[in-house]
Nanobody, 116 residues
Framework: QVQLVESGGGLVQPGGSLRLSCAASGSIFNTGAVSWFRQAPGKEREFVATISSGGGTINYADSLKGRFTISRDKAKNMVYLQMNSLNPEDTAVYYC?????????WGQGTQVTVSS
């Protein structure tokens, strides 16, 4: 069983930065890929970024390349999403998602609001 807890969201001005964290319980977390998704009001949940279990393979949504960076610290059971040059269109609830050989898990989400 894996439990995921996101943190680091909040209110930020356009052009600002935030770093989201995804903390996991359960050692199997490190055996799978971890992704970030987001869901804006009235829209479907969309893919943001993913990182493989070893960290060697990373992919981003095309529209976010160059502004967002995903990383993981396996020793700490953590995955991060660094978000730069934020704009109001980035406002959404951001979710952490882990896919392991034992199952797939979602966190509860953290709200990011970009507004002046």
């Amino acid at each position: 069983q894996v439990q995921l807890v996101e943190s680091g969201g909040g209110l930020v001005q356009p052009g600002g930065s935030l770093r989201l964290s995804c903390a996991a319980s359960g050692s199997i977390f490190n055996t799978g890929a971890v992704s970030w998704f987001r869901q804006a009001p009235g829209k479907e949940r969309e893919f943001v970024a993913t990182i493989s279990s070893g960290g060697g393979t990373i992919n981003y949504a095309d529209s976010l390349k160059g502004r967002f960076t995903i990383s993981r610290d396996k020793a700490k059971n953590m995955v991060y999403l660094q978000m730069n040059s934020l704009n109001p269109e980035d406002t959404a609830v951001y979710y952490c998602y882990a896919r392991t050989g034992f199952g797939s898990y979602w966190g509860q989400g953290t709200q990011v609001t970009v507004s002046s």
